[in-house]
């Protein structure tokens, strides 16, 4: 079975892409579950009701999140209510909304997706290691597909989690620096690997944000707001094949939309 993993979903440019090309790339790829990373849909900081309802309607089966996910307040109210929105995993267990759920693919088989925030260079949270296993330890041992999103600040990080899952997840795929890098590959124990996706949304930018605002906030040290960029726009994903048998990918590879 073929499973997508969409990265950061940024502003309207990145929403456009995904309306542009799911259908089609769920069509021609044979996806049976479509997965994106949603928490810089809104503007590039955060995601509301409205536009998680707007990608879930184009054909998104799960999104996931990360540190940008409390940004829009309205969110709080809509997470217990969305289970397949979900936040990262190791936030305290008494904030809203879940680190993971079981979602039923395309082709009838359950699919765990969870999501987990690193700690290097981000909020002190709880350690997404130890979490993760407890998250395993207590998932339904007839679910063996299990997609990991890691949304992490530092490469050695993600590598270092990619370790720790091998062999217990089909595939573990990194977020948050809106960089692809071109180290995908199967781990031992059949499970797929990637340190980030990347980004979709305009890379005609700094990350995701407009250039010049981005170059005077650097050139002058002042908290300058930043706005979306708008041209530039790419869509960059992962195709993970997976055997849903055993859970062990078989194959990952990146994709590429303009």
Not at 118 to 138: N, W, Y
Not at 229 to 255: F, M, N, Q
Request: aromatic letters at 6%.
């Amino acid at each position: 079975m073929n499973i997508l993993f969409i990265g950061d979903i940024f502003a309207s440019p990145g929403r456009g892409l995904v309306s542009r090309y799911l259908e089609e790339i769920i069509s021609t790829e044979k996806i049976q579950l479509a997965v994106a990373n949603a928490e810089n849909s809104a503007g590039g900081f955060g995601i509301t009701p409205l536009i998680a309802e707007e990608l879930f309607s184009l054909g998104l089966d799960v999104l996931t999140t990360g540190n940008h996910v409390w940004d829009k307040k309205e969110i709080f109210d809509y997470l217990p209510r969305q289970p397949r929105l979900v936040r990262p995993a190791n936030y305290p267990e008494e904030l809203p909304g879940k680190g993971m759920v079981v979602q039923r693919a395309r082709n009838g088989v359950e699919v765990a997706v969870i999501d987990l925030q690193g700690r290097t260079h981000m909020p002190a949270i709880d350690c997404p290691f130890r979490k993760v296993d407890q998250i395993l330890d207590t998932l339904d041992p007839a679910v063996k597909v299990r997609l990991v999103d890691f949304h992490a600040e530092l490469t050695s990080e993600k590598m270092a989690m990619g370790w720790h899952l091998a062999g217990r997840v089909s595939a573990m795929l990194g977020t948050h620096t809106h960089i692809p890098t071109a180290d995908e590959r199967i781990l031992a124990g059949g499970t797929a690997y990637q340190t980030d996706v990347g980004m979709t949304g305009p890379y005609d930018s700094v990350i995701g944000s407009d250039k010049h605002l981005a170059l005077r906030r650097f050139l002058t040290a002042m908290p300058i707001r930043l706005d979306s960029a708008k041209t530039g726009a790419e869509l960059h994903a992962a195709i993970v094949t997976v055997d849903p048998a055993s859970g062990h990918a078989v194959a990952i590879r990146r994709y590429t939309r303009t």
